[in-house]
């Protein structure tokens, strides 16, 4: 008996050590070719300048190309609804905010954000600082919120109805319970002079659009969204520490793979791979000109991380009866 047993023990052990082989093959087979990254805006913001960066570390350790294709348009959507529907098996998707705010305002959109994309990892933050104009009355947030309450509300500036900054200025306003009237500006470039020039009262904009502005005196932050102060500026605090826990609203960016198309075992060793490399010291530098911070997040965490976002900005869409545009 006990031979039989053996042999019995030696050909369940030799079919594991298959069963193993072939899944290692199956992880290293991934990917066959080159690899595209499609990043749902123009050439040179920080989402495309992050992929690239992500791109040229990635390409060596995975044996193929890595090119990034700019899809931008309709607020994002036009570049996720192509990353949706590939399937090629190569194609990957640089996502922001905005591709899980944009089925909330638009339901016909085309694509569901978590339906329809594996989660590679997270790719970086980027705080929010709530500003004012350098003529505006208001020194701390405080005063902001008394300048309201004397003009009996407040315009908040935004680069787009349903952007993160409208999102974001909608919050506070549920949360401090002051009226705003939202104008919505095509882009933050067209935004900051009406903001420098006083024609706006305040608004949630980006670290790296506001940076120069702050530094010249023309704009004032008094508060910024992030966990953390902010160390670039010195003195503002966070909204978390003025009792506004709700609006930790950073702008982000994470790595996707539509649905299906990519073995588990590929998606795991490019999440593996994705956080080795936003670990490396390269990616710190490089990241920290473009003024964001790496994320270094396993698949499962970001996935959680995707579905509480999309349902989060889901509820203050519904909440305060924010339309598309």
Same mark, same amino acid.
């Given at each position: 008996?006990?031979?039989?047993?053996?042999?019995?023990?030696? &050909?369940?052990?030799?079919?594991?050590?298959?069963?193993?082989?072939?899944?290692?093959?199956?992880?290293?087979?991934?990917?066959?070719?080159?690899?595209?990254?499609?990043?749902?805006?123009?050439?040179?913001?920080?989402?495309?300048?992050?992929?690239?960066?992500?791109?040229?570390?990635?390409?060596?350790?995975?044996?193929?190309?890595?090119?990034?294709?700019? &899809?931008?348009?309709?607020?994002?959507?036009?570049?996720?609804?192509?990353?949706?529907?590939?399937?090629?098996?190569?194609?990957?998707?640089?996502?922001?905010?905005?591709?899980?705010?944009?089925?909330?305002?638009?339901?016909?959109?085309?694509?569901?954000?978590?339906?329809?994309?594996?989660?590679?990892?997270?790719?970086?933050?980027?705080?929010?600082?709530?500003?004012?104009?350098?003529?505006?009355?208001?020194?701390?947030?405080?005063?902001?919120?008394?300048?309201? &309450?004397? @003009?009996?509300?407040?315009?908040?500036?935004?680069?787009?109805?349903?952007?993160?900054?409208?999102i974001a200025s909608e919050i506070f306003a549920g949360q401090?319970?002051?009226?705003?009237?939202?104008?919505?500006?095509?882009?933050?470039?067209?935004?900051?002079?009406?903001?420098?020039?006083?024609?706006?009262?305040?608004?949630?904009?980006?670290?790296?659009?506001?940076?120069?502005?702050? @530094?010249?005196?023309?704009?004032?932050?008094?508060?910024?969204?992030?966990?953390?102060?902010?160390?670039?500026?010195?003195?503002?605090?966070?909204?978390?520490?003025?009792?506004?826990?709700?609006?930790?609203?950073?702008?982000?960016?994470?790595?996707?793979?539509?649905?299906?198309?990519?073995?588990?075992?590929?998606?795991?060793?490019?999440?593996?791979?994705?956080?080795?490399?936003?670990?490396?010291?390269?990616? @710190?530098t490089r990241f920290a000109a473009l003024a964001v911070s790496?994320?270094?997040?396993n698949r499962q965490a970001s996935g959680k991380f995707l579905?509480?976002?999309?349902?989060?900005?889901?509820?203050?869409? @519904?909440?305060?009866?924010? &339309?598309?545009?």
């Open positions: 008996m006990f031979p039989i047993r053996r042999r019995g023990l030696l &050909k369940c052990t030799a079919a594991g050590a298959c069963v193993l082989a072939t899944h290692a093959l199956a992880a290293q087979a991934w990917p066959t070719k080159t690899v595209r990254i499609i990043v749902p805006f123009a050439p040179g913001g920080g989402a495309d300048s992050s992929a690239r960066v992500l791109g040229d570390l990635l390409a060596p350790r995975l044996g193929h190309a890595v090119i990034v294709e700019n &899809k931008p348009g309709a607020g994002s959507a036009i570049g996720v609804v192509a990353a949706a529907q590939a399937r090629d098996g190569h194609t990957l998707l640089m996502a922001s905010n905005s591709m899980v705010i944009n089925p909330s305002l638009t339901p016909q959109i085309g694509y569901d954000p978590v339906r329809d994309f594996d989660a590679v990892g997270m790719v970086s933050e980027q705080p929010l600082v709530l500003v004012v104009p350098a003529s505006s009355a208001a020194r701390s947030l405080q005063d902001l919120l008394a300048l309201a &309450k004397a @003009k009996g509300g407040l315009t908040a500036g935004n680069s787009g109805n349903g952007t993160l900054a409208h401090a319970g002051l009226q705003i009237t939202p104008v919505a500006y095509k882009g933050e470039s067209a935004l900051l002079p009406e903001m420098i020039s006083g024609l706006v009262d305040f608004g949630f904009l980006n670290l790296p659009s506001v940076a120069p502005h702050l @530094k010249s005196g023309r704009l004032r932050a008094l508060a910024v969204s992030s966990p953390q102060p902010v160390p670039d500026l010195p003195g503002v605090p966070t909204l978390r520490s003025l009792n506004y826990p709700a609006l930790e609203v950073q702008g982000w960016a994470a790595l996707l793979a539509p649905k299906g198309t990519i073995p588990a075992e590929g998606l795991n060793r490019l999440s593996t791979l994705l956080m080795d490399a936003l670990a490396s010291e390269t990616v @710190k790496p994320v270094v997040m579905e509480a976002e999309a349902a989060r900005y889901a509820g203050v869409i @519904k909440a305060r009866g924010i &339309k598309a545009g």
